[in-house]
């Protein structure tokens, strides 16, 4: 061995052993770094392996809902508002989404009356929704008397399912999912008829004037738990 060699030489070359001593020091600095090192990087490496913090994030979810009818007269536009206060929803909770089921018939009892033209929309402002989510339905039409539906996400990136998330602390996740501004506002429902009447129809007493709509909504709301599962905390 070369190293070996070199302070076989230096220890045999020494005067009165200080070659020697310096040499034994010479090693065990070398060593003691050495043995520094490879401490400082193993514990280095469990850091980074788990100085990351890791929370798991349960959702329970409640389902709100209720029917409605409304009487909307030929040619005119009629709006439901939903709110957080005329729900009853409290600020733990959290709205995560909106369902609307609209559903009619024709009412007039007049023999061959067609069905009306019914048009529903939720125009995209008055409550803070995530209103760019693009499964959002936020309008419909038939006059056919078909069953329209419409749905509004209202919390951002809100899916239902248990999740395991990495870094931050706990407090953090707890905003994330509990920022009561979305669902806040009102959110309003427009329903517009126009009224297909029966061909044979000239009496004004059987005329088909107006409709009764039927609407039906769904509010998914939410609250979570979170709990640490970091391995070192
Ligand atoms: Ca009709
Ligand atoms: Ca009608």
């Known amino acids: ?10 220890i045999r070359d020494s005067d009165n052993g200080k070659s020697f001593a310096i040499v ?27 100085a990351e913090s890791e929370f798991n994030i349960q959702f329970f979810e409640e389902i709100l809902e209720d029917d409605d009818s409304i009487i909307v007269g030929d040619g005119n536009t009629e709006t439901i508002t939903l709110s957080r206060q005329n729900i009853g929803v409290s600020l733990t909770k959290m709205i995560a989404k909106l369902e609307f089921t ?17 048009r529903v929309e939720v125009p995209p402002n008055g409550m803070v929704a995530d209103w760019q989510n693009e499964n959002n339905v936020l309008a419909n ?6 069953t329209m539906s419409l749905l509004i996400y209202i919390y951002p990136q809100y899916d239902g399912m248990d999740k395991n998330v990495s870094g931050n602390d706990i ?33 004004p007493t059987i005329d088909d004037n107006d409709e009764e709509i039927n609407i039906n909504w769904r ?12 391995i070192i905390q």
């Open 141 to 146: 039409s038939t006059d056919d008397c078909e």
């Open 1 to 10: 061995m070369q190293n070996g060699g070199r302070i076989s030489e230096l």
């Open 24 to 50: 034994s020091i010479m090693l065990l600095i070398g060593f003691s770094f050495h043995g520094y090192t490879f401490v400082v990087s193993i514990d280095d490496e469990i850091r980074a392996k788990y």
């Open 171 to 203: 407090e953090y996740w707890e905003d994330a999912w509990s920022n009561e501004t979305y669902g806040s506002g009102d959110l309003n429902l427009r329903i517009s008829v126009d009224t297909n009447r029966p061909a044979t129809s000239f009496a």
């Open 219 to 230: 509010l998914t709301i939410f609250e979570f738990n979170i709990e640490d599962v970091s």
């Open 102 to 118: 609209i559903t009619y018939s024709e009412t007039s009892g007049e023999f061959g009356d067609p069905c009306d033209e019914v």
